[in-house]
């Protein structure tokens, strides 16, 4: 069954810190895997997309990584700003047509 | 803003009322989706709808009925609703849904169901 489990299920920390959350995947054959920020009573934004052959990227303080042997991902936030605070959801594609398989996500808040 | 619209943005409905949930697109995609959110749970697909045609129905009670008159539009019509059925309905377009793994799909706010 494929499965996107995420870590750490919530997550506070200091504005101007960084941080890094976790997603691990289940998912076969691996298509690719996205990286989703969910703002309270918004939709989900996509932040990046990486496919098998990328192991990193980044979209301005956000960066990206991947390990398909591992089968593991992590986003990681430089520099958090307050506006960070908000869902991140991990989303991984296997290969041919098949749904999206969702992770439950990491709620982050960043204080003043 | 994604170019995903839903109305109304929070709804509260009685077991025995009927009510539809609007979605409309603004980016010309050809696909749209309905999706469940509930706290602490991954996003559930419902539906699918690729150039008009309901492409999948993920075994959602009858109680939800989609509609798709075209490629722009999707509504979500409810009647007798359960109280855990109360939950964040994402709407969500793609270009189409021959890939649907590959395509980048937008999302549009939700509407905030409740079910009393």
């Known amino acids: 069954k494929n499965q996107v489990e995420q870590s750490p299920q919530s997550l506070i920390i200091l504005e101007g810190k960084n941080c890094t959350l976790q997603c691990n995947y289940t998912v076969s054959p691996f298509s690719n895997l996205r990286w989703y920020k969910q703002d309270t009573g918004r939709g989900p934004v996509s932040l990046t997309i990486?496919?098998?052959?990328?192991n990193t990227k980044s979209n301005g303080r956000y960066t990206a990584t991947l390990d398909a042997d591992t089968k593991q991902s992590s986003l990681h936030i430089t520099a958090s700003q307050l506006s960070d605070s908000a869902s991140y959801i991990c989303?991984?594609?296997?290969?041919?047509?098949?749904?999206?398989?969702f992770g439950t996500g990491t709620r982050l808040t960043i204080i003043p | 803003e994604t170019g995903v619209t839903q109305t109304p943005r929070h709804l509260v409905m009685g077991m025995t009322n009927k009510k539809s949930l609007k979605c409309e697109q603004h980016l010309g995609h050809n696909a749209m989706y309905w999706y469940k959110q509930s706290a602490k749970k991954p996003l559930e697909l419902m539906f699918v709808y690729n150039f008009k045609e309901q492409t999948e129905n993920n075994s959602v009670p009858s109680r939800f009925s989609p509609e798709c008159p075209n490629s722009s539009h999707l509504f979500l019509h409810l009647h007798t609703l359960q109280p855990e059925d109360s939950a964040l309905y994402l709407c969500a377009s793609s270009q189409d849904n021959f890939d649907s793994g590959a395509l980048e799909q937008y999302f549009g706010p939700g509407t905030r169901l409740t079910v009393t």
């Open positions: 989303v991984v594609s296997a290969g041919g047509n098949e749904k999206l398989t």
């Open positions: 990486m496919t098998f052959s990328e």
